[in-house]
Protein backbone atom coordinates (compact mmCIF):
# COMPACT_ATOMS: atom_id res chain seq x y z
CA UNK A 1 0.00 0.00 0.00
CA UNK A 2 1.51 3.36 -0.87
CA UNK A 3 1.09 5.82 1.81
CA UNK A 4 -1.30 8.68 1.49
CA UNK A 5 0.93 11.70 1.46
CA UNK A 6 2.90 9.34 -1.47
CA UNK A 7 -0.22 8.89 -3.35
CA UNK A 8 -1.44 12.69 -3.51
CA UNK A 9 2.06 13.95 -5.06
CA UNK A 10 1.90 10.78 -7.37
CA UNK A 11 -1.83 12.12 -8.61
CA UNK A 12 -0.63 15.69 -8.71
CA UNK A 13 2.39 14.56 -10.92
CA UNK A 14 -0.13 12.67 -13.39
CA UNK A 15 -2.27 15.14 -13.43
CA UNK A 16 0.35 17.41 -14.18
CA UNK A 17 1.65 15.31 -17.13
CA UNK A 18 -1.61 14.78 -18.58
CA UNK A 19 -2.43 18.09 -18.58
CA UNK A 20 0.97 19.05 -20.54
CA UNK A 21 0.65 16.38 -22.91
CA UNK A 22 -2.88 17.45 -24.11
CA UNK A 23 -1.35 21.40 -23.92
CA UNK A 24 1.19 20.27 -26.63
CA UNK A 25 -1.22 18.25 -28.46
CA UNK A 26 -3.60 20.97 -28.73
CA UNK A 27 -0.83 23.59 -29.39
CA UNK A 28 0.86 21.48 -32.64
CA UNK A 29 -3.18 21.41 -34.23
CA UNK A 30 -3.34 24.98 -34.34
CA UNK A 31 -0.92 27.37 -36.36
CA UNK A 32 -0.42 30.44 -34.16
CA UNK A 33 1.42 32.31 -37.53
CA UNK A 34 -2.63 33.89 -38.29
CA UNK A 35 -1.22 34.77 -42.09
CA UNK A 36 -3.14 35.08 -44.73
CA UNK A 37 -0.34 35.12 -47.37
CA UNK A 38 -0.35 31.98 -49.60
CA UNK A 39 3.09 30.04 -49.30
CA UNK A 40 3.89 30.45 -53.42
CA UNK A 41 4.06 34.39 -51.99
CA UNK A 42 7.53 35.43 -51.58
CA UNK A 43 8.94 38.53 -52.72
CA UNK A 44 7.08 42.57 -51.59
CA UNK A 45 8.31 45.95 -52.84
CA UNK A 46 7.38 49.20 -50.77
CA UNK A 47 7.91 52.45 -52.24
CA UNK A 48 8.78 55.17 -50.37
CA UNK A 49 5.71 56.83 -49.21
CA UNK A 50 5.83 61.11 -50.10
CA UNK A 51 4.53 63.37 -47.59
CA UNK A 52 2.38 65.33 -48.92
CA UNK A 53 0.44 67.29 -45.98
CA UNK A 54 0.34 70.49 -45.86
CA UNK A 55 2.15 70.44 -42.25
CA UNK A 56 5.24 68.98 -42.84
CA UNK A 57 8.01 67.23 -40.72
CA UNK A 58 10.79 66.93 -42.76
CA UNK A 59 11.64 62.85 -41.61
CA UNK A 60 7.99 61.52 -41.84
CA UNK A 61 8.63 60.49 -45.35
CA UNK A 62 11.40 58.19 -44.81
CA UNK A 63 10.75 57.21 -40.95
CA UNK A 64 7.37 55.88 -42.06
CA UNK A 65 8.32 54.01 -44.99
CA UNK A 66 11.61 52.47 -43.51
CA UNK A 67 9.26 51.26 -39.76
CA UNK A 68 6.83 50.11 -42.65
CA UNK A 69 9.42 48.36 -44.85
CA UNK A 70 10.89 46.60 -41.52
CA UNK A 71 8.01 45.58 -40.05
CA UNK A 72 7.07 42.98 -43.27
CA UNK A 73 10.61 41.90 -43.60
CA UNK A 74 10.97 41.59 -40.47
CA UNK A 75 7.76 39.62 -39.41
CA UNK A 76 6.17 38.31 -42.39
CA UNK A 77 8.94 36.04 -44.22
CA UNK A 78 8.58 37.79 -47.30
CA UNK A 79 11.77 39.00 -49.26
CA UNK A 80 12.53 42.62 -50.25
CA UNK A 81 12.22 42.82 -54.79
CA UNK A 82 13.02 45.64 -56.70
CA UNK A 83 10.84 44.27 -59.65
CA UNK A 84 7.64 42.18 -59.95
CA UNK A 85 7.15 41.37 -56.38
CA UNK A 86 4.33 39.41 -55.57
CA UNK A 87 3.11 42.21 -53.10
CA UNK A 88 3.53 45.74 -53.80
CA UNK A 89 3.09 48.44 -51.37
CA UNK A 90 2.73 52.30 -52.03
CA UNK A 91 1.19 55.13 -50.88
CA UNK A 92 1.36 58.95 -49.74
CA UNK A 93 1.04 60.77 -46.40
CA UNK A 94 -2.07 62.94 -46.55
CA UNK A 95 -1.95 64.22 -43.34
CA UNK A 96 0.11 65.87 -40.39
CA UNK A 97 -1.55 68.19 -38.12
CA UNK A 98 -1.74 68.96 -34.58
CA UNK A 99 -4.79 70.56 -32.80
CA UNK A 100 -5.50 71.07 -28.98
CA UNK A 101 -7.49 68.83 -27.83
CA UNK A 102 -8.68 69.98 -24.20
CA UNK A 103 -8.63 73.80 -23.03
CA UNK A 104 -7.35 74.80 -19.73
CA UNK A 105 -8.25 77.67 -17.49
CA UNK A 106 -8.17 80.72 -18.37
CA UNK A 107 -4.54 82.72 -17.30
CA UNK A 108 -3.90 86.56 -16.67
CA UNK A 109 -1.28 88.45 -18.82
CA UNK A 110 -0.69 92.12 -18.89
CA UNK A 111 -2.60 92.03 -22.47
CA UNK A 112 -5.71 90.50 -21.00
CA UNK A 113 -6.96 86.70 -20.51
CA UNK A 114 -5.44 84.15 -22.64
CA UNK A 115 -6.94 80.23 -23.33
CA UNK A 116 -4.13 77.48 -23.70
CA UNK A 117 -4.85 74.15 -24.60
CA UNK A 118 -4.12 71.31 -21.60
CA UNK A 119 -3.40 69.00 -24.01
CA UNK A 120 -2.19 68.44 -27.89
CA UNK A 121 -3.21 65.60 -30.85
CA UNK A 122 -1.04 64.72 -33.16
CA UNK A 123 -2.95 63.05 -36.28
CA UNK A 124 -1.05 61.06 -39.08
CA UNK A 125 -3.36 60.11 -42.10
CA UNK A 126 -1.83 57.60 -44.99
CA UNK A 127 -3.37 56.56 -47.95
CA UNK A 128 -2.33 53.19 -49.11
CA UNK A 129 -2.57 51.43 -52.35
CA UNK A 130 -2.15 47.72 -52.07
CA UNK A 131 -1.42 45.22 -54.88
CA UNK A 132 -1.53 41.66 -54.32
CA UNK A 133 -0.59 39.71 -57.74
CA UNK A 134 -1.18 36.48 -56.66
CA UNK A 135 -4.55 37.14 -55.80
CA UNK A 136 -6.09 40.35 -57.17
CA UNK A 137 -9.25 40.32 -55.10
CA UNK A 138 -7.21 40.97 -52.17
CA UNK A 139 -5.86 44.42 -53.36
CA UNK A 140 -7.02 47.15 -52.00
CA UNK A 141 -6.95 51.21 -51.81
CA UNK A 142 -7.40 52.16 -47.78
CA UNK A 143 -6.63 55.18 -45.73
CA UNK A 144 -5.24 54.62 -42.16
CA UNK A 145 -5.13 57.42 -39.42
CA UNK A 146 -4.20 57.28 -35.82
CA UNK A 147 -3.22 59.83 -33.45
CA UNK A 148 -1.61 60.91 -29.94
CA UNK A 149 -2.30 62.70 -26.98
CA UNK A 150 0.41 64.92 -25.06
CA UNK A 151 0.31 67.56 -22.57
CA UNK A 152 1.10 71.12 -24.35
CA UNK A 153 2.95 72.24 -21.20
CA UNK A 154 5.46 69.56 -23.30
CA UNK A 155 8.73 71.09 -25.72
CA UNK A 156 6.80 69.98 -29.08
CA UNK A 157 10.84 70.12 -30.41
CA UNK A 158 11.38 67.78 -27.80
CA UNK A 159 8.46 64.94 -27.65
CA UNK A 160 7.27 65.78 -31.70
CA UNK A 161 9.71 62.41 -32.80
CA UNK A 162 8.66 60.02 -29.95
CA UNK A 163 4.77 60.77 -30.66
CA UNK A 164 5.07 60.72 -34.26
CA UNK A 165 6.96 57.22 -33.73
CA UNK A 166 3.88 55.90 -32.14
CA UNK A 167 1.81 56.95 -34.10
CA UNK A 168 3.34 55.48 -37.24
CA UNK A 169 3.60 52.51 -35.29
CA UNK A 170 0.11 51.87 -34.96
CA UNK A 171 -0.70 52.76 -38.52
CA UNK A 172 1.80 50.09 -39.56
CA UNK A 173 0.02 47.55 -37.56
CA UNK A 174 -2.85 48.02 -39.23
CA UNK A 175 -2.00 48.17 -42.33
CA UNK A 176 0.26 44.64 -41.77
CA UNK A 177 -3.06 43.56 -40.22
CA UNK A 178 -5.29 44.42 -42.82
CA UNK A 179 -2.24 42.61 -45.49
CA UNK A 180 -1.09 39.58 -43.41
CA UNK A 181 -3.01 39.02 -40.56
CA UNK A 182 -5.79 36.52 -41.03
CA UNK A 183 -7.76 37.42 -37.51
Excluded at 7 to 20: D, P
Excluded at 65 to 71: D, G, I, K, S, Y
Excluded at 155 to 175: A, F, G, H, P, Y
Aim: with cysteine; charged share 20%; aromatic share 8%.
Amino acid sequence: MIPKYNRNSLLSTFKTCIFLLVSCFLISCYSFSGSSLREDMKTIKINMFPNNAANNLPSLSQDFTVALQNRFLQRSGLKGALENPDLLIEGEITDYNITPTSIGAATTSTTGNVVQAQQNKLTITVKVHYENSKDPTLSFDRTYSDEAVFNSDLDLNTIETSQVKIVNERIIVKIFNDIVANW
